[in-house]
Structure formats: structure tokens, C-alpha cells
């Protein structure tokens, strides 16, 4: 009885409509993103592996709390900074290292996202943003088979 009136409050609830989680949205192994407030469009890579997200960034100096850096030149190289969050250890088969993480905005498809990102240099691969799970976990699905498939499309997106 009590899995009856339970059932039949959330059909109510939802309007007549069975309440659903919030969809998913399905995007490729590689999207263009928009790094906001920059305005700034570059190719990411979609890892499912990576627990957390990952920007390239040059000429990395930390102040205090704050994080200062250029993207690569070919993506702007204006003078960045942001307060640090927290710190990622990093190891590896030839390293072991700390990176600064920071928070930044986001428009991956249509999703405005605020997300924690580590800073590193990523000039030895091809894309200058690695998209973990921190970020896909609540809000997407990829897609193996697909790249390029949901281009940024947030709400006041900056002119390109």
C-alpha cells in the first residue's frame, strides 16, 4: 500500500508525468569547449579515465593562493589569473609532481558548467584540454563513436 501512494505522489508531482533524472547529454571523444569568462574556443579530449580535468597552460607561476598563466599562444596568451582551490599529486612512470587546481566556467554543448580544473603543461599532446570525469560524471554521455558532435551553445556565449 505504501509503494502505491508513493508511486502515484510522484506521478503528481511530476505533473502527470513520470519524474525522470535529468538527461544526460551526449557528446564525442573530442568537443570544442568555450573557457569562460575568456571567450576562449579549444579542442578537448574526452577521458573517462581521468578523474579530474586538465588545462594547458604556460609560464605557470603561483603567488600565494593565486595561480598565474598564458594559454598557449595559439589560443591567446594573455596573462591568466585565478585563486587556487586545492592541490592534485600526480604520478607517474617518469614523475611525480603537485599541480595547482583552480575553478573555471565552462560551455561544454549546451551546459554552463563551473568546474575544478589541475593546470599543467600539455604542450607534448594534441589537445590543450582534457575533460575528466569531475565534469562528465552529472552531465554526460560519451559517445566512442562520434567527435565534434555537440558544439558550445550556452546562454550570452562572448562573440568568437
Not at 30 to 44: N, S, T, Y
Not at 112 to 128: E, F, G, I, T
Amino acid at each position: 500500500m505504501k509503494t502505491v501512494v508513493f508511486f502515484t505522489l510522484l506521478f503528481f508531482l511530476g505533473g502527470g508525468q513520470p519524474l525522470m533524472a535529468q538527461e544526460k547529454i551526449t557528446i564525442g571523444l573530442v568537443e570544442e569547449i568555450i573557457l569562460l569568462p575568456w571567450g576562449v574556443r579549444i579542442p578537448a579530449r574526452i577521458d573517462t579515465g581521468a578523474a579530474v580535468s586538465s588545462l594547458d597552460v604556460r609560464g605557470l607561476t603561483v603567488k600565494g593562493k593565486i595561480a598565474e598563466f598564458k594559454l598557449p599562444a595559439k589560443y591567446g596568451s594573455s596573462l591568466i589569473s585565478v585563486p587556487i582551490v586545492g592541490w592534485q599529486k600526480v604520478r607517474s612512470a617518469e614523475s611525480r609532481e603537485r599541480r595547482p587546481i583552480v575553478e573555471i566556467d565552462l560551455c561544454v554543448g549546451p551546459k554552463k558548467l563551473r568546474a575544478r580544473v589541475n593546470l599543467n603543461d600539455r604542450s607534448q599532446v594534441q589537445y590543450p584540454f582534457l575533460l575528466g570525469r569531475n565534469i562528465l560524471k552529472e552531465n554526460f554521455v560519451v559517445d566512442c563513436m562520434k567527435e565534434y558532435c555537440n558544439p558550445p551553445s550556452c546562454p550570452d556565449l562572448p562573440q568568437k
